[in-house]
């Protein structure tokens, strides 16, 4: 009788993990403030991504669009994302640093802060810059904070400069095109970088790389299932199917040889605990 007991409960115990692991795993999607994004156009723009995680994991991931920055502090701190790719990358640095999350990888190709300035323009180093009018994203945005660390390496302090800071990015090139600003900072990976170096806009300085778009996955998760997800990812570009999926999401493939980097992206950019992310909730 003891012996049937054991046998049952073992077999309860093994049905309950095999529930527990096949359950349904949450992939939370944030693309920061990109306007005109709805949950529909993110279901059709990740759902190949999650296809490709659900059969790495060989279980069900669901999209799930996460439109504000407190939803994605929020199921980073509670553990209800099981996995989250966001950006701003300081969101998911976030989540190794002070949550526990896993690095999974990174989009290719890293991002960048350019330096702007109008054709024509008399500047012709950053420390030209200095005492000129700058364009800045919103001052408490990710990529200001990123140009503002880049420029502190080349000792300019954005703090003691005549900063004008705007809404969208797409403003620092209006504001630059049109006499407003002599230096503007954008984002390598906005549209509206893309659209000022088609346009044969200059860019006077292009700052080291950082991590972008990274992919982190809750703490639970064992080491197998993060390779397993790692192995799919970097396999992307080999398929038709593959580049199909990085298409539609926009990026060149992943990379999972950061994680150092964006362990170290919040001291780079002079967050301490609480800083920077905090005053976006």
């Known amino acids: 009788m003891m012996k049937f007991r054991s046998l049952l409960i073992t077999g309860m115990l093994a049905v309950c993990a095999h529930q527990a692991q096949a359950r349904d795993l949450i992939l939370g999607v944030s693309e920061g403030t990109s306007?005109?994004?709805d949950h529909a156009r993110v279901l059709l723009?990740?759902?190949?991504?999650?296809?490709v995680l659900s059969g790495a994991l060989k279980t069900n991931v669901n999209v799930v669009f996460v439109r504000e920055f407190s939803q994605l502090e929020e199921g980073m701190q509670s553990g209800r994302l099981d996995l989250a790719l966001a950006r701003p990358s300081d969101f998911p640095a976030r989540g190794l640093r002070d949550y526990g999350y896993q690095f999974v990888a990174t989009a290719k190709p890293d991002g960048q802060c350019f330096i702007t300035i109008p054709k024509n323009s008399p500047i012709k180093s950053?420390?030209?810059i200095k005492g000129k009018k700058i364009v800045m994203p919103e001052k408490i945005s990710y990529m200001t904070k990123?140009?503002?660390a880049e420029l502190r390496n080349h000792g300019i302090d954005i703090n003691k400069e005549a900063v004008?800071?705007?809404r969208e990015q797409e403003a620092?090139?209006?504001y630059i095109s049109n006499g407003f600003g002599q230096v503007g900072a954008l984002a390598s990976y906005?549209?509206?970088a893309k659209k000022w170096v088609k346009e044969g806009g200059p860019v006077l300085h292009k700052s080291v790389t950082q991590p972008f778009f990274p992919l982190i996955a809750e703490k639970s998760f064992d080491k197998a299932a993060i390779v397993a997800m790692q192995k799919a990812l970097t396999d992307l570009p080999n398929s038709a199917d593959g580049q199909e999926v990085l298409k539609s999401i926009g990026i060149n493939g992943f990379d999972t040889s950061t994680e150092g980097k964006l362990r170290q992206l919040l001291d780079w950019l002079g967050c301490k605990a609480g800083d920077c992310v905090a005053a976006r909730k």
């Not at 723009?45 to 296809?51: E, S, V």
């Open 35 to 37: 306007g005109g994004t």
């Open 45 to 51: 723009k990740y759902g190949g991504l999650a296809k």
């Open 126 to 128: 950053l420390a030209d």
């Open 146 to 148: 990123f140009c503002a």
């Open 164 to 166: 004008t800071y705007v």
């Open 172 to 174: 620092v090139s209006f």
């Open 190 to 192: 906005s549209g509206a």
